[in-house]
């Protein structure tokens, strides 16, 4: 991804961020938190999600200093989300598309003892992306016709006007 993209975001999955740390946390506390935690991640602009964080941890570090600062070592990653357009954020802050992509390639995968050829591993992957392109390509994202300007303008400041065509990224 690096070598084709240097300049892209990483996003952590926020939500799986979220539930890491309340499995950390007293049963007493875990729906109070959990309250506190949305409220933070529900921000859509940088400056909100940095004034919820601070009361989260205003309120949370001196019970649960390991778990607050677990979330500030890792906000950079969890936060790359507030950078879009606010109609994609919700698409973007969790990785659940992904992680199904992976879970379903394993589950394909385990039912085969062994692969004869590296090239029969290529080819679930291979069916397994067509299956989910076909899938999600369905899926119209809301306001696309809105936030797509944006982001090609986010592609532009990063990389100029110069845009890489399929074949490029084939041969790379």
């Not at 529900?42 to 205003?58: A, D, L, N, V, Y």
Request: proline letters at 4%.
């Amino acid at each position: 991804m690096k070598e084709i993209y240097p300049k892209a975001d990483f996003q952590s999955c926020l939500l799986e961020k979220m539930r890491q740390s309340l499995a950390k946390v007293r049963k007493r506390d875990r729906e109070a938190k959990a309250s506190d935690m949305r409220r933070v991640a529900h921000q859509r602009e940088r400056e909100g999600f940095q004034s919820s964080f601070k009361e989260f941890k205003e309120t949370w570090e001196r019970i649960y200093p390991e778990v607050v600062s677990s979330f500030k070592r890792d906000l950079y990653y969890l936060t790359s989300y507030l950078s879009y357009p606010q109609e994609l954020q919700p698409f973007i802050y969790t990785t659940n598309a992904l992680e199904r992509f992976t879970k379903e390639v394993k589950r394909r995968a385990k039912v085969i003892e062994s692969f004869s050829q590296p090239e029969a591993e290529e080819k679930i992957l291979l069916m397994v992306t067509e299956q989910m392109n076909e899938s999600y390509g369905k899926r119209i994202l809301p306001n696309w016709h809105t936030s797509k300007p944006a982001l090609e303008k986010m592609r532009k400041e990063k990389y100029g006007s110069e845009v890489r065509s399929e074949e490029a990224l084939v041969e790379v």
